[in-house]
T-cell receptor, first 119, second 111 residues
Framework: GAVVSQHPSWVICKSGTSVKIECRSLDFQATTMFWYRQFPKQSLMLMATSNEGSKATYEQGVEKDKFLINHASLTLSTLTVTSAHPEDSSFYIC???????????????FGPGTRLTVL | DAKTTQPPSMDCAEGRAANLPCNHSTISGNEYVYWYRQIHSQGPQYIIHGLKNNETNEMASLIITEDRKSSTLILPHATLRDTAVYYCIVRGQGGSEKLVFGKGTKLTVNP
C-alpha cells in the first residue's frame, strides 16, 4: 500500500516556540492532505484540509494563524504550530490520498503521527 | 455524511473470528462504508471499504446488510496484533473527502 511519512516522530519544545511537522507521500502524489489532532483516549479530530498550491481549509474552531499549513508540492505538506503552549501538546497525524486513483478506490493513507510535547 | 454507531469495546479470543458491528441507519445511496483501525500510538490503517456488495481482502471481510443500514467487519482469525480501535466511517462519493472519526470500537484480542 501507499506510504505516508511524518517527521519528526516526536518533539519536545518550550512554550512560545514554533514547531514544524512534515507530512510526505512517499510513492504517490497527493493534491490533498489532511491534518488531524488526537488527545489522549480521544478520537482523531480533523483540523484542516491541505490543498496543493492553494490555501488550506480549516475546520471550525481551529485557528489558522496558529496552525500554519503549507502544501507546496504534490508530496509534501507541513504543519507549523506557532507560539506553542502546553495545551497544544497532542498527537498530530496527517493523511493523504493518491490523486491519480479513481474516487471509489481512494482510501486515505495515514502517517505514523507526531507526538508534540510543549513544556 | 451519515453518522455511525459502534459498541465502545469488544473482546475476542485469539484465533477466533472477530465480528465488529456498525450501524449507519441514515446512510444515503451514494455513501460508502469505510473501516480503519488504529493501534495504540500509531496512525490509522485502512482496512476495507464497500458500497453495497460484500467485500473481502487480505485483512478482513465487510458484510453490508441489504438495506445498507448496518455492516459488520470480520477479522477471520484474530491475532494479538489485531488489538486496536476500529473505526467505521461513512463517506459519500462526490462529497467532501474528509473522514469524520467517531469513537470507534476498542477490540481486545485475548490469548
Amino acid at each position: 500500500g501507499a506510504v505516508v511519512s511524518q517527521h519528526p516522530s516526536w518533539v519536545i519544545c518550550k512554550s512560545g516556540t514554533s514547531v514544524k511537522i512534515e507530512c510526505r507521500s512517499l510513492d504517490f502524489q497527493a493534491t490533498t492532505m489532511f491534518w488531524y489532532r488526537q488527545f489522549p483516549k480521544q478520537s482523531l479530530m480533523l483540523m484542516a484540509t491541505s490543498n496543493e498550491g492553494s490555501k488550506a481549509t480549516y475546520e471550525q474552531g481551529v485557528e489558522k494563524d496558529k496552525f500554519l499549513i503549507n502544501h507546496a508540492s504534490l508530496t509534501l505538506s507541513t504543519l507549523t504550530v506557532t507560539s506553542a503552549h502546553p495545551e497544544d501538546s497532542s498527537f498530530y497525524i496527517c493523511s493523504a490520498r493518491d490523486s491519480r486513483r479513481e474516487w471509489t478506490y481512494n482510501e486515505q493513507f495515514f502517517g505514523p503521527g507526531t507526538r508534540l510535547t510543549v513544556l | 455524511d451519515a453518522k455511525t454507531t459502534q459498541p465502545p469495546s469488544m473482546d475476542c479470543a485469539e484465533g477466533r473470528a472477530a465480528n465488529l458491528p456498525c450501524n449507519h441507519s441514515t446512510i444515503s445511496g451514494n455513501e460508502y462504508v469505510y473501516w480503519y483501525r488504529q493501534i495504540h500510538s500509531q496512525g490509522p490503517q485502512y482496512i476495507i471499504h464497500g458500497l453495497k456488495n460484500n467485500e473481502t481482502n487480505e485483512m478482513a471481510s465487510l458484510i453490508i446488510t441489504e438495506d445498507r443500514k448496518s455492516s459488520t467487519l470480520i477479522l477471520p482469525h484474530a491475532t494479538l496484533r489485531d488489538t486496536a480501535v476500529y473505526y467505521c466511517i461513512v463517506r459519500g462519493q462526490g462529497g467532501s473527502e474528509k473522514l469524520v472519526f467517531g469513537k470507534g470500537t476498542k477490540l481486545t484480542v485475548n490469548p
